[in-house]
């Protein structure tokens, strides 16, 4: 069976940004916001883009559709249901808006990777899944839904709820040699580090 596209992306902006100590999405990386630089890399590939859990601010900011989190305070899973529910039947990428450095690449592998056999595609670091810029099949929005119903609340163990197929360290480099894609932004200190000089 070919590949799946992708018919629509959700960028999930409605974290608590305990850390960060303010909203990650309206920070600035080299002029830009991170959910700027997160529209940027997938509107060229996906359409529509919808902000899960987001702001007016955020939707005014970036002319994107913000939806409701169906199930505020339960993390990712939450917005990864949310994200499924609204865009509908198809196949869907699924990204945290404090990963700006995504690969255009990467996000063709992983869509290349998908098909009706798998629920998800996901990025697999050092033995550890990356849920947080996946492709996700609606056909795994009833048992994700389930698991976080009954509790569950980490992403990574929700892939193990769904056929998932992982996608490993080596096969990722080939798209992005430096994995710079996974890097995810979560204090001020983030920020400075990457900051371009």
Known sequence: MGPVQASGAGILVGGQSRRMGRDK???????????????????????????VGGSPLQSAISGCRVIDDLYPGTGPVGGIVSALRALGPGTHLIVACDMPFIA????????????????????????????????????????????????????????????????????LRRADPELQSFVNLNTPDDVLRWQPS
Not at 26 to 44: D, F, V, Y
Not at 111 to 117: A, F, I, K
Not at 134 to 142: D, E, F, I, K, P
């Open 25 to 51: 999405a309206l920070l600035e990386l080299g002029g830009q916001t991170l959910l700027a630089r997160c529209i940027a890399a997938l509107s060229p590939i996906v359409d529509p883009i919808l902000l």
């Open 104 to 171: 255009s690449a990467v996000v063709h592998l992983l869509l290349d990777m998908s098909t009706d056999e798998f629920d998800a595609v996901a990025p697999r670091l050092d033995g550890r899944p990356e849920p947080l810029c996946a492709v996700y099949n609606h056909s795994g929005l009833q048992p994700l839904e389930s698991f976080l119903l009954h509790g569950g609340r980490r992403a990574g163990l929700a892939l193990k709820e769904i056929r998932t197929r992982f996608v490993d360290e080596s096969e």
